[in-house]
């Protein structure tokens, strides 16, 4: 059974820091990009950052960009690095695993959000 477990959410001030790390198991992903997506209630999942399968591209939504660092150490795990979090970076964050391109600051491709792996979930919340 291919699993995707998030953990390293929780409840940081304004300014703060936290890393989310997205554990594989089941398979490895070592062909697939991994991204990372957040959601809030009554919101449509927003794309926040990927990375492709050697690693070697990285791409961030403007929001983002240059406050947090996608990495990932092998096949099988991948992190989000998040500095200087504000309030409306609360949200569940979701890590997925799909045979999309990442290049040149861009992550695209058929089903790109909608394909995939996809992890339960975890809670970001930063408080003001």
């Known amino acids: 059974q291919v699993q995707l477990v998030e953990t390293g959410g929780g409840l940081v001030q304004a300014g703060g820091s936290l890393r989310l790390s997205c554990a594989a198991s089941?398979?490895?992903?070592?062909?697939?990009?991994m991204c990372w997506f957040r959601q809030t209630p009554g919101m449509e999942r927003e794309f926040v950052a990927a990375?492709?399968?050697?690693?070697?591209?990285t791409a961030y939504s403007d929001s983002v960009k240059g406050r947090f660092t996608i990495s990932r150490d092998n096949a099988k795990t991948v992190y989000l690095q998040m500095n200087s979090l504000k309030p409306e970076d609360t949200a569940v964050y979701y890590c997925?695993?799909?045979?999309?391109?990442?290049?040149?600051?861009?992550?695209?491709?058929?089903?790109?959000?909608?394909?995939?792996?996809w992890g339960q979930g975890t809670q970001v919340t930063v408080s003001s």
């Open positions: 997925n695993a799909a045979p999309i391109v990442v290049r040149d600051g861009y992550a695209y491709g058929p089903g790109f959000g909608q394909t995939g792996y």
């Open positions: 089941g398979r490895t992903f070592s062909r697939d990009a």
């Open positions: 990375i492709s399968w050697s690693g070697g591209s």
